[in-house]
């Protein structure tokens, strides 16, 4: 059982350039969201999905796509990357319920935008 | 709209002190309120929740308790260790299990 995972785990981007972070779980989790960590701002929710072939906004969508094709995976796509968009991004996942919303976060990916 | 405010600031203690990180929050109702730890260069690990009002969450020595009077969600540990270095945050659910983040405290235990 590896959890959720995320690649790469550190990228270097030129600005405009375009690329997909991945996120996989393999815990059937219906729920899945992207936050993005800034120093000094915790962190932000940028998409979140509640099953395939829903996806919704969270508070910072601008500049970034999702999409949801399988309960397994959620990429999240940068469509033309900025310096403001360098950070480090974590892919979460959790099932609906009370008391079982504990979300299970990946390891991250960092990204620099040049 | 939602939100969680953590005391401002680093916490630097020596080994064995005791640990409070405040943490408040604002939100409609009384949603579930988390406490997850990032240890250097990992992601967030769950560290302790309370689901209502009145309860204490508990894990590795820490606690919080949910204070509805005060809209609080403390983070206390009797005697910490080197090995409690990490930064901390406050967390509260929102719809979707969606979470709504305090700023965090970077928290460094010295031998």
């Known amino acids: 059982n590896a959890g959720v995972t995320q690649t790469p785990k550190f990228q270097v981007l030129k600005t405009g350039q375009s690329m997909t972070l991945q996120c996989a779980q393999d815990?059937?989790?219906?729920?899945m969201s992207w936050y993005r960590q800034d120093p000094g701002m915790g962190l932000r929710l940028i998409h979140y999905?509640?099953?395939?072939?829903?996806?919704d906004q969270g508070e910072v969508p601008n500049g970034y796509n999702v999409s949801r094709s399988t309960t397994e995976d959620f990429p999240l796509r940068l469509l033309s990357a900025a310096p403001s968009q360098t950070s480090v991004y974590f892919c979460?996942?959790?099932?609906?319920?009370?008391?079982?919303?504990?979300?299970?976060f990946g390891p991250g990916t960092r990204l620099l935008v040049l | 709209g939602d939100s969680v405010t953590q005391m401002e600031g680093p916490v630097t203690l020596s080994e064995e002190a005791f640990l409070t990180i405040n943490c408040t929050y604002t939100?409609?109702?009384?949603?579930?309120l988390f406490w997850y730890v990032q240890y250097p260069g990992e992601g967030l690990q769950l560290l302790l929740k309370?689901?209502?009002?009145?309860d204490k969450g508990s894990n590795k020595g820490f606690e919080a308790t949910y204070r509805k009077e005060t809209t609080s969600f403390h983070l206390e540990k009797g005697s910490v260790q080197v090995s409690d270095s990490a930064v901390y945050f406050c967390?509260?659910?929102?719809?979707?299990?969606?979470?709504?983040f305090g700023k965090g405290n970077q928290v460094v235990v010295i031998p």
């Open positions: 309370a689901t209502k009002a009145d």
């Open positions: 979460a996942s959790s099932t609906p319920g009370q008391g079982t919303e504990t979300q299970y």
């Open positions: 999905s509640v099953g395939a072939g829903i996806t």
């Open positions: 815990m059937n989790h219906e729920y």
């Open positions: 967390a509260l659910r929102q719809g979707n299990n969606r979470l709504a």
């Open positions: 939100a409609t109702g009384y949603p579930s």
